[in-house]
Each structure stands twice: as C-alpha cells, then as structure tokens.
C-alpha cells in the first residue's frame, strides 16, 4: 500500500463525496444575441409561436384550389382568374375563390382558401389569365402553420451551450438578447522549484506548462473566467499565501504540480489550513491522475493535480470539469466514436486508465492507435485525437476489440 | 432546365472555379499564449531542444548503476553510499561512482552514471546508506533526453488551429508569444422585404434569422471577424448601397436572402455591377442550396445564399467555409462519425444533398436518424446532429447502409 495517499478513492466516487460539500455562485446575465456562441443558456426557451405563423410557400408559383386544376396537362391547361400578384411579406386579404389564383413568391403567404401551389414553370400569364400545365395535390409546395416549430416546443434548455444552430432557433423567434450563465472565476496556481515561466533553461528546470493549458482548457470550455497565479516555489508559506489570494478571488482554485513526495505534501496540508472540511480526497485510482487531491474549503472547490502535463490536462478535462458542470447543470457535449483497437493494452486491475490514442480513418472504419504515454509527457498531444477509458477491475483491452473515444 | 439560373455548378467545380479568382488579405499578428486558444497558427513552430533535456526520473527514488543492486531482495538488500540528496530542479554535478547513490525526486535530474532508478517504496534508508530491496533494470523508471518530443519536431503546423494541447507542446518550449493569423473581416447582409428585426410580426413577416445564425457560425469557426449590415429590402439600389459599404470594409460578403425570383436577380445584378468579373457561378447541383451565388469583385469573394435559414446555414458552414479555409491554408477540424442509416433517403440524380441526421446511440454503435427537411427550416437545429452527404449521381441512401457523418 502506498502510504503517501491517505484517502484515495475511484472516479465514479467523486461526485457522491463532492457534489453537495461545494457550491458555485453562478449568476447570470443578459448578452446580445451576436454573442451569445459559446455561452451556457440560463433558462429554458420555448417557441412563443408556432412557425410558420402562416402558410408558406415553398415555391414561386400559383395558389389554387387543387380541384379546380385536376386534369390539367399541357395539351389540356386550365385557365385561372389571376386577382392578385403578392410580393414577399404581403399578404391577400381575402379567401380564394374557385377558379381564382394569386400569385405567392417563395416564402410567400398563401392566401385563405388555396389548399396548394402552381410552380411558376408550370404555368403561361395571359393578362389576368393563367393557363396552368399541370395538377397539384392538396398542400403541394406549401407549410401549414406550425409544421416547422410548433407553439411551446422548447427550443433551448437551460443548461445547453449556445451554437449558431441555437442562434438560428432563437433569431426565429425574434430574440435580440438571451440570458446566459456568468462564467465562472477560477485561478490557477502553478507550483514547482522547477518551473520557468520563460527565457533560458538551466539543467532540471522545464517552462511551467500546466498553467497556460490548463487557463486554455478552463477558457474553452466556454464555463469559467481564468486567471492565472504564476508559479508558487516548493514553499508551504508561500503556497499557502497563493491559495489564500485565489480562493478570496475566485469560485474554484486549481493547483498543480507537487507530484513529488514533499511538494505534493504541502498541497494537502495547504489545503486543510485554509479552512474546512479540507482534503476530501487523496489519490484516484486512476492512471494517469494518481496524485489528485480534491479539498473543499468555505464550500469552495480545490483541486491539486499532478506536474505531469498530461496526467494534470486529463483529470482537469475528464474528471474536474465534468464535476463542476454536473454541480452547476451544463450539458457538455462530448463527440465519441467507436474505433478497432489496433493494439494490445494491458492494465492494472483496481486502477481506471485513461490512454490517448490515435485516432486513424482507413476505407470506411476507425482505427485506435494507442499512444503509450509513460514517457510521453506532452508529445500525445502531437498526434493524440482523445482518449479511451479502461474500466477500474480490467486487465486490459485485446487488439482488434471495440472501443469508445472520446475525442478532444 | 430552370431558367432562372444560369452558371448552375457540382460543388467539386467550386474551387476549380474560385479558388485563383479571389484573394484574401491575411495577416498575422503576435499574441500572448494565454489568448491563442481559437486562432491559428501563421507558422510552423518546431520543437527548439529535446523534451526533456535532461534524463528525468519518473519516480521518487534513487539513482542506482542497475548492476550494483542486481539480485537486490527483502533478504538480502543491498547497501549503497548515499552522496546527495537532489530535490526538484537541482542537480548533482558528478558523475555518479559504483557503489554510491542520489536520491532524485520525480521530475529530477538523474545523475551521470547511473542508468536506472529504484523507487524509495523499496529501499531504507539508515543514515549515509540506503538499503535496496529490489532489483532494477537499465533504463527503469527514468526517460532519456529526447525521449518525448526530439528536437525539430514539427509541433504546431502553419494554418493549425491553437487548442490547449498546442498550447502545452508551446509551453514545452517556453513560448510565451504566438504567431497567428489575424481573423477576416466578413461582411454579412440579409436581403427580404419579409424580414423584421424584432418586435411583433405581422402575416407575412418572419425575423431576420440568417443574419445572425452566419454571423455567430463565422465567429464560431474562429476564422473571421464578422460584421452585421442588418436587414437590407429587395430593392436593387439599396442592396447595391449595402454591398459597396460591406465591400469596402471586408475581404468576403455574405448576402442571404432573395430566393424568391424577383430578388435573387437582384443579388446577381448587383454583384455584376458592383464590379470585375462578377457572378461565376449561379446555382449549385445541391440540395438544399441550389440559388447560391458566387462571385468575384476586385478579387473580393461575394456569396449570395438563400434565405432558407437551413439551407444558407449549410451552404456557408459545409461550402464557403472550407474554400475560404482552403485558400488560406486553414487546416479546418471536423469530426465525423459512422453510423447505420435507420431509415431509407431517396435522392434525385443530378444533385448531391446534404441530409441532416439525428446521432443515436444504442449499445456500442450509433444510428443516423435522417430529418428530412422540406418543411424543417429551423426545427432541424433542435435535434441535428450534423450531416450525412449524399453523392451527386446517386439515387439515394438505403436503411441499414453505413453512413459517414459530419459532425456540426
């Protein structure tokens, strides 16, 4: 047993000991529909119409009654009163007579009355006669009221991260404005004696990478407002001033780094000074992730993650994020796909692992190239196009097996 | 033959077609590591020394010559010379002698000499001397320089889009700056007397959909800086107006809107007269999209789309987008999946189609739920997943076929 973690604990038991010790202070606010992409919806939006609000045309053509041009053929046109020649956005006000037509341009409103349209091709203008070609069926070539969206239909849900495709959705509906979640601050601390922000490298010091993804990841994701807190030395004063800076800023601290035995010392006990209930958990059975902490303090969540960039990028990604969104209600979209393992991938039974693959398209099929990342620290993010998961209790996953990635 | 388009072209002409006939006036601009996310790169950035660059131990241990502990156990340890202890970022000058030993914490500098490390869990330490527990292999529990990423290794392509993965290879080598490419203006019109921006809507009025959904599409890309010019009416001397001030302030114009035969003359004729050569290709052999219009002015692209919110929607994102990208050099990410049609699609020869889907997943493998979308303009973007392409001179889809789709 490894003594260095003292309440380790498996990922789907993350949320059960977390989730109702922290709270996030999520407010909302107003923004103007132009930028409202890469926002999370505050509320639920529905349709307060139905659209079309009228019977659209689908065509530039002729509105009749479909009875009064059955039968009709080139060597056979029916002729056609034409009492009215609409333009977009206009609208007839009476109803269609029999023997009537008005002429409706696409998108046009198709008098009361035409159970149809004429496709303009399919017709000859002779003064105020059309001589029609060709028969249509009710309802050819237009939308009734409501076909598209009908009244009440929710259009967007609370929680649901707006695209173009919702702007459409909420632009049809005439909204200027939508009401959307605030982003969430949250600071994140960089700690290590070996870490250099920039300039020239002595031997054992490496540029601090953890900071600059993780700020990148917590930014798009579109969730949280990050702030950056530089580097902390392997210091427990100074680390503690840091967090104390952090916390008082933000919802939600992330630190990492302190992999090794005394650094990663000073995060938990950090941690409990800052205040209670503290380190809830110590260790994941999760690879790579070993060394998290989670500690929660004035119902505000820390995280300590590993130095290891990639090890700190997927708990951050796959497990902090998940947690927060679950806390708050968002719904993060993941794109998965199913791809043939192309090698084996053998595993610790009593650890999950997350591994990067490579994901490789050949005629008609995915292929997943594991990319074995024990030495890999950041070259997996090269090539890697996301992630697999080997469950807590396997031993591994056989060449040629049916995976699930989770791209990134 | 429809009449009322004149350059009617395959999708697969397009680039043949645009692609030396217009230019874009992209340029690059320096920006801080932290706000690159969502750009892309105006250059190759490569890897400036190995990673790591220097052997680092993978383990809190010590660095042992492999053979000194060969046959080490719990009953027979063996006793080595503890000379330094290194903590994070420090390193031992010597090279390291038979016999002796440095502890190395992980992330640490190994010693010259030693070629392999043991991990403290087995060893004890008794004053000067450390106990070894276990054998070792050469090469076990540290990496070699170069072992991750090799110097020269191309680490961010020109024309890549900057995500927090880029960010971290960046980091790796202590970039703090990052060349991109700065985003291009886009100009974007609606044209329709049916058009209302907001307020209450009489029959025969819609809002302004198109204008908004491309403009939050555009941004969305991270390709373009757009730029709305709001609701313009079908009449040829104000879309003219428009165009020329749109024109005159970004590299590509959008116009949306007119399909209805009056006013898509009007986007044609305006195009021609706005300047050399004009209108290159009237009409697509797509569905939906057919009344799309390409156009040159002053080797400024000009695309006029219809005013169906579905159809300029996927014409801007599956058509416009990737030639812009193309022309530029944007390497453009799309995430496609397979899946199993679940419902027959019938295709007219002669056009291609794009076919929204709806992405089930049911037991390890995922269906494609066809929305078919003659009625659906806006409805299509509650439960789209994305698009499936149906070829050109095929007559349609059958239930059960593998299916290729893009992701939206």
């Not at 004696?193 to 930014?219: M, P, W």
Request: net charge positive; proline share 5%; charged share 25%.
């Amino acid at each position: 047993m490894d003594k260095k973690y003292l309440k380790v604990k498996k990922r789907s038991d993350i949320e059960k000991i977390l989730l109702d010790k922290f709270s996030v202070n999520v407010g909302k606010e107003t923004c103007p529909i132009q930028d409202a992409v890469n926002h999370f919806s505050a509320r639920d939006y529905k349709a307060t119409f139905s659209i079309p609000s009228f019977r659209k045309s689908l065509v530039d053509g002729f509105a009749v009654h479909s009875k009064d041009v059955l039968g009709a053929s080139p060597s056979n046109p029916v002729p056609l009163h034409l009492i009215s020649t609409l333009k977009i956005g206009e609208s007839y006000k009476d109803k269609l007579k029999r023997g009537e037509t008005v002429y409706v341009p696409t998108g046009g409103v198709v008098p009361d009355g035409a159970d149809s349209l004429v496709m303009i091709e399919h017709t000859q203008v002779q003064g105020d006669e059309v001589f029609v070609f060709r028969s249509v069926s009710p309802h050819e070539n237009l939308i009734e009221v409501g076909e598209d969206v009908k009244k009440g239909t929710v259009i967007l849900k609370k929680g649901e991260l707006i695209t173009p495709q919702k702007v459409a959705l909420l632009r049809g509906f005439g909204l200027t404005e939508v009401e959307v979640f605030n982003k969430i601050p949250i600071g994140i601390i960089s700690t290590g004696d070996e870490l250099v922000n920039s300039g020239s490298l002595k031997t054992g010091k490496i540029y601090d990478i953890n900071g600059y993804t993780l700020f990148s990841e917590a930014f798009s994701s579109s969730i949280f407002l990050p702030k950056l807190y530089g580097i902390v030395k392997d210091r427990e004063d100074k680390l503690q001033k840091a967090l104390t800076k952090a916390l008082s800023e933000n919802d939600i601290v992330i630190m990492s780094g302190g992999t090794s035995k005394g650094s990663f010392d000073f995060t938990v006990s950090v941690i409990n000074k800052a205040g209670k209930p503290g380190v809830l958990i110590h260790g994941l059975h999760l690879s790579p992730g070993k060394p998290s902490v989670f500690g929660v303090v004035n119902q505000k969540l820390i995280v300590g993650l590993s130095g290891n960039p990639l090890a700190s990028f997927l708990v951050f990604k796959y497990v902090v994020i998940p947690l927060i969104a679950k806390k708050i209600g968002l719904k993060v979209k993941k794109h998965t796909v199913f791809a043939t393992l192309n090698a084996n991938v053998p595993s610790r039974k009593g650890r999950e692992e997350f591994i990067v693959v490579k994901l490789v398209k050949r005629s008609n099929e995915f292929f997943a190239e594991p990319i074995f990342s024990e030495s890999a620290f950041i070259s997996v993010f090269i090539e890697g196009s996301g992630i697999i998961t080997i469950p807590l209790m396997s031993e591994g996953l056989i060449k040629g097996e049916k995976v699930e990635i989770t791209l990134w």
